[in-house]
C-alpha cells in the first residue's frame, strides 16, 4: 500500500521542485506491490482446477492415504484410461457435443437474421422487439423450468411426442439461454456498421438476403464468433436444465452424467470424478486459450453495447 | 451527404414509379418480419408463454386438477422453511455480489497497473474460473472441502488447526457456498472493471496529479465517477445470476445441512422436481420475481439512456 502513502508526500513537496527519481521509484513500488497481489490473486482463482488434475492423477489408493494431498506421488494416467474407454463417459461426452454443436447452429440460424431486421429492416414493433429480446435475457431458466416440465408433459399426452428423458428435448430448451443473448450482441455488432454500406449495395441492386450474407455477416465476423462461443459454453455448461429433464443414463450430457453416475451412493471415485470434471472442462478452455479476445469482447458486450 | 447519394437515383425512380417504391417498402417490412419470425416464436412459446403459464400452476393443487387460488402461497407463508429460503437466498446474493464487485475492483486495478505487455497474460489468467463449467468447478470445490479427505484441512492442520467442518455446519456451508459464489463470478467483474478502467482518459489523471490529487482523491473523484455506470450495471446483472443461482448449492450441499443452505432455485427444484409438488415448486420459483424485476428495470433505464446519448 506504499503507493498511497508517497504520492501524497510527493505532491506536498511539488510545489517545490519536481522531484522525478521519486516518483519513479513510487511507481517501482506500486508495480511490485501488484504484481505481489497478482500472484496472490491467481493462486486463489487457479487452485481449484490445479488439484483437479493433481487428483487426477492419483490412484484410489494414494486419494485415500494419509500423504500430502497437494503432492503427487505415484502419477499414474490410469483414470484418464478409464474414462476415455468407459462407453457410458463416451455417451455422456458425444451427448453433449451434438447437444451444444447443434443449438450453436440453430442460435445462429435464429438470432443472425433476427438481429439484421431488428438492426436495419424496421417494421411494426421492431423497437419493442428488441427490448424484449434483452429482456428475456434477463429471466433466468430457474424461473422457467417448472412450468416448461408441465407443458413438454401435456404435449406429450396431446401427441403422444415423448420429449422429456430424451437428449434432444435440451435442443429445444437451451436456445431460450442462449438467442436472445446473441441476438441482443448481434444487434449492436450490425448497428456499429455504417448505413453507408448497405445503402451501396441496395443501389447496387443487392437483395436484403445478398446485404446480410456479403456484406453484413462478413464486416460484423468478431461479433459472429462471439456470439457463437457464447452459446457454445452456456449450451456445454448448463446443468438445471439436462438435471431436471433427462434422467437415464444413455440420456444424460456431461455435467448431470459426472455427478449422477461416478458418485455411486456415499462411494465418491474422487480420482474418476476430477478426471471427468477436467475432461469436461477442457473444451471451453481449449476455446478460450485460442479466442480469448472474442471470449472477452462478447462477454463485455452484454453491458456495454446497445 | 448519404441523403445526396442515394436521393439522385430516387428522383428519377420516383417521377416513373412511385407505387413500386411503395409496394418495395412494404415487401422489406414483411421480409424483415419474416426473419424475425422464429425468434418472436421461441420468445412467446418458450419464454413468456411458460412464465405465465407458471402463474396459472402456482393456483393449482398438488395434482394439477383443482384451482385452489392462493392456498400454495398461504401454505408457504406458514412454513418455516420458506422464510429461511428467503432469509438465505438473499444473504447469499447480497454477500456475493458485493465480494464478487470488491475482488473485481481489486483485481482490475492491479491488473491494470502492471505494463500492458504483461496485461494480457494475467487477463488470461485471472478469467480461468468464469470459463470453466460451473458444475465442473463445484465438484473440485467439493472435493476440497470433502469431509475426511479436505486438502483445506490438511494445511490448517500443519498450522495447528482443528478441521472446519466446510459443508457440515450450516453456517460453515453457508460461507462455503458464497465462496465458491465468488470464485466463480469475481473475474466477471474483474474484466468489466478492467474495460471500464481503460475507458478513462488519461489526461484526467494528469490534470487531478497536477491539481494535487494523492490517490484516494483521483479514486474517489475521477476513477469512481468515470466507471460508475459499469460498475452499476455489472453488479445487477450479477445480482440477477447470483440471485437465481441453482449449480454451486445443488452440488456443494444439496440445500443441507437441514435445509440452511437452501435458495429459491434449488428448494423450488427439490419442491417441484424431486417432491412432485410442481405447483408449489412453481410458487416458491414466482418469488424470484419482484428482485428480478427491480434490477431489470434498473438495467433496462440504463441500456436505453445511452442509447438515446449515441
Known sequence: MANIAIPAASSAQAAGKPRYGSMSRDRLWALRWSYVFLVLFAFFFLLPPIYMLITSLKTSAEISAATNPWWVFHPTLENYRELLTSNQYLTFFRNSAIVSVTVVTITMLISVPAAFALSRMKFWGSATLATGVFLTYLIPETLLFLPLFKMFAVFNEWTGIQLINRWWVLLVLYPTLTVPFCTWIMIGYFASIPKELDEAALIDGATWTQTLTKIFIPVALPGLIAATIFAFTVSWAQFLYPLAFTTSSDQLVLPVGIITTLIKGDVFNWGQIMTGALLGAAPPLIIYAFLMDYYIAGLTAGATKG | ?310
Not at chain 2, 165 to 180: E, H, K, Q
Open chain 2, 1 to 310: 451527404m448519404v441523403d445526396a447519394a442515394i436521393s439522385a437515383p430516387h428522383e428519377v425512380a420516383a417521377t416513373r414509379s412511385r407505387g413500386g417504391l411503395r409496394r418495395a417498402m412494404q415487401r422489406k417490412s414483411s421480409v424483415a418480419f419474416f426473419m424475425a419470425l422464429p425468434l418472436i416464436s421461441l420468445i412467446v412459446l418458450l419464454v413468456i408463454y411458460p412464465a405465465f403459464y407458471s402463474l396459472h400452476l402456482a393456483t393449482l393443487n398438488k395434482s394439477m386438477e383443482r384451482f385452489v387460488g392462493l392456498s400454495n402461497f398461504t401454505f408457504l407463508f406458514n412454513r418455516q422453511t420458506f422464510w429461511l429460503v428467503v432469509k438465505q437466498s438473499c444473504i447469499f446474493a447480497i454477500t456475493a455480489v458485493v465480494f464478487k464487485a470488491l475482488i473485481g475492483f481489486i483485481v482490475a486495478h492491479f491488473v491494470h497497473n502492471i505494463p500492458a505487455k504483461g496485461q494480457r497474460k494475467w487477463r488470461g489468467m485471472l478469467l480461468v474460473p468464469w470459463v470453466i463449467p460451473p458444475a465442473m468447478s463445484t465438484l473440485a470445490w467439493l472435493w476440497l472441502f470433502d469431509p475426511s479427505y479436505s486438502a483445506f484441512n490438511w494445511v490448517l492442520a500443519i498450522f495447528g488447526i482443528d478441521p472446519v467442518p466446510w459443508t457440515g455446519d450450516a453456517y460453515w456451508a453457508r460461507f462455503s457456498v458464497i465462496l465458491v459464489n465468488i470464485w466463480i463470478g469475481a473475474p466477471f467483474f474483474m474484466i468489466m472493471y478492467l474495460a471500464a478502467l481503460k475507458s478513462v482518459p488519461e489526461q484526467l489523471y494528469e490534470a487531478a496529479e497536477i491539481d494535487g490529487a494523492n490517490w484516494w482523491q483521483r479514486m474517489w473523484y475521477v476513477t469512481l465517477p468515470m466507471m460508475r455506470n459499469i460498475i452499476a450495471i455489472t453488479a445487477l446483472f450479477s445480482l440477477i445470476v447470483t440471485f437465481a443461482n441453482f449449480d454451486i448449492v445443488r452440488i456443494l450441499t444439496a440445500g443441507g445441512p437441514i435445509d440452511m443452505t437452501h435458495v429459491f432455485a434449488t428448494w423450488s427444484f427439490r419442491v417441484g422436481i424431486e417432491g412432485g409438488d410442481i405447483p408449489l415448486g412453481a410458487s416458491v420459483s414466482l418469488f424470484m420475481v419482484p428482485i428480478l424485476a427491480v434490477a431489470a428495470i434498473f438495467i433496462l433505464r440504463d441500456i436505453t439512456r445511452r442509447g438515446s446519448e449515441v
